[in-house]
Protein backbone atom coordinates (compact mmCIF):
# COMPACT_ATOMS: atom_id res chain seq x y z
CA UNK A 1 0.00 0.00 0.00
CA UNK A 2 0.88 3.35 -0.53
CA UNK A 3 -0.28 6.82 0.45
CA UNK A 4 0.24 10.50 0.20
CA UNK A 5 -1.07 12.75 2.68
CA UNK A 6 -1.15 16.67 1.78
CA UNK A 7 -1.02 19.34 4.20
CA UNK A 8 -1.01 23.44 4.67
CA UNK A 9 -4.47 24.17 2.79
CA UNK A 10 -6.16 27.19 3.95
CA UNK A 11 -7.87 30.86 4.12
CA UNK A 12 -5.51 33.53 2.95
CA UNK A 13 -6.07 36.93 1.43
CA UNK A 14 -4.96 37.85 -2.05
CA UNK A 15 -1.67 38.43 -2.27
CA UNK A 16 -0.81 36.09 1.05
CA UNK A 17 1.33 33.31 1.18
CA UNK A 18 0.87 29.64 1.74
CA UNK A 19 2.81 25.94 1.56
CA UNK A 20 1.63 22.86 0.98
CA UNK A 21 2.77 19.31 1.81
CA UNK A 22 2.68 16.30 0.31
CA UNK A 23 4.12 12.92 2.19
CA UNK A 24 4.27 9.40 0.22
CA UNK A 25 4.44 6.47 2.85
CA UNK A 26 4.18 2.47 2.25
CA UNK A 27 5.74 0.03 0.00
CA UNK A 28 7.51 1.98 -2.26
CA UNK A 29 10.50 1.00 -4.08
CA UNK A 30 11.43 4.14 -5.69
CA UNK A 31 9.50 7.02 -6.78
CA UNK A 32 9.57 9.19 -10.12
CA UNK A 33 8.16 12.63 -10.21
CA UNK A 34 5.75 14.14 -8.06
CA UNK A 35 3.66 17.22 -8.61
CA UNK A 36 0.62 19.25 -7.47
CA UNK A 37 -2.55 19.56 -9.59
CA UNK A 38 -5.84 21.88 -8.88
CA UNK A 39 -9.18 21.43 -9.75
CA UNK A 40 -11.75 24.65 -9.54
CA UNK A 41 -15.79 24.53 -9.16
CA UNK A 42 -16.55 23.73 -12.44
CA UNK A 43 -13.11 23.29 -14.08
CA UNK A 44 -11.17 20.25 -15.22
CA UNK A 45 -8.42 19.00 -12.90
CA UNK A 46 -4.91 21.64 -13.87
CA UNK A 47 -1.25 20.75 -13.64
CA UNK A 48 0.27 22.95 -11.42
CA UNK A 49 3.64 22.07 -11.27
CA UNK A 50 5.97 18.78 -10.95
CA UNK A 51 9.24 18.05 -10.25
CA UNK A 52 11.33 14.89 -11.07
CA UNK A 53 13.95 12.57 -8.51
CA UNK A 54 16.46 14.42 -9.91
CA UNK A 55 14.75 18.05 -9.57
CA UNK A 56 13.96 19.18 -12.81
CA UNK A 57 10.83 21.44 -13.03
CA UNK A 58 7.82 22.22 -14.42
CA UNK A 59 5.27 25.07 -13.92
CA UNK A 60 2.10 26.27 -15.33
CA UNK A 61 2.37 29.76 -16.99
CA UNK A 62 -0.18 31.29 -14.67
CA UNK A 63 2.04 30.45 -11.77
CA UNK A 64 5.57 30.81 -12.87
CA UNK A 65 7.10 33.62 -10.90
CA UNK A 66 4.59 32.88 -8.08
CA UNK A 67 4.80 29.34 -6.87
CA UNK A 68 8.17 26.99 -6.27
CA UNK A 69 8.28 23.51 -6.02
CA UNK A 70 10.25 21.37 -4.34
CA UNK A 71 11.64 17.80 -3.28
CA UNK A 72 12.97 16.14 -0.55
CA UNK A 73 14.14 12.91 -1.74
CA UNK A 74 15.51 11.29 1.36
CA UNK A 75 11.71 11.72 3.18
CA UNK A 76 9.33 11.18 0.30
CA UNK A 77 8.03 14.79 0.47
CA UNK A 78 7.02 16.95 -2.27
CA UNK A 79 6.40 21.06 -1.41
CA UNK A 80 5.01 24.06 -2.68
CA UNK A 81 5.64 27.37 -2.02
CA UNK A 82 2.81 29.70 -2.78
CA UNK A 83 3.45 33.80 -3.08
CA UNK A 84 1.60 36.48 -4.54
CA UNK A 85 -1.49 34.02 -4.43
CA UNK A 86 -4.99 35.65 -6.58
CA UNK A 87 -8.23 34.74 -6.16
CA UNK A 88 -7.88 32.61 -9.84
CA UNK A 89 -6.26 30.20 -7.39
CA UNK A 90 -8.89 29.01 -5.25
CA UNK A 91 -8.68 25.12 -6.00
CA UNK A 92 -8.36 22.12 -4.44
CA UNK A 93 -5.09 21.07 -4.78
CA UNK A 94 -3.91 17.58 -5.07
CA UNK A 95 -0.65 15.90 -4.98
CA UNK A 96 0.59 13.64 -7.45
CA UNK A 97 3.10 10.63 -8.01
CA UNK A 98 4.89 8.49 -9.94
CA UNK A 99 6.18 5.62 -7.81
CA UNK A 100 7.38 2.15 -8.50
CA UNK A 101 5.92 -0.17 -5.24
CA UNK A 102 8.00 -2.52 -3.88
CA UNK A 103 6.29 -5.52 -4.44
CA UNK A 104 6.27 -4.30 -8.05
CA UNK A 105 9.53 -2.62 -8.84
CA UNK A 106 9.39 -2.81 -12.52
CA UNK A 107 5.50 -1.36 -12.99
CA UNK A 108 5.43 2.47 -12.39
CA UNK A 109 1.77 3.63 -11.03
CA UNK A 110 0.42 7.17 -10.48
CA UNK A 111 -1.00 7.89 -6.94
CA UNK A 112 -2.98 10.62 -5.83
CA UNK A 113 -3.46 12.50 -2.35
CA UNK A 114 -7.15 13.26 -1.28
CA UNK A 115 -6.89 16.55 -1.99
CA UNK A 116 -6.56 20.27 0.18
CA UNK A 117 -8.39 23.16 -0.62
CA UNK A 118 -6.70 26.27 -0.38
CA UNK A 119 -9.23 29.15 -0.69
CA UNK A 120 -7.81 33.11 -1.82
CA UNK A 121 -10.01 36.15 -0.89
CA UNK A 122 -10.53 39.05 -2.64
Known amino acids: QVHLVESGGGLVQAGGSLRLSCAAS????????MGWYRQAPGKERELVAT???????NRADSVKGRFTISRDNANNLVSLQMNSLKPEDTAVYYC????????????????WGQGTQVTVSS
Open 96 to 111: NARIRPSGYPLSELVY
Open 51 to 57: ITSGGST
Open 26 to 33: GSIFSINA
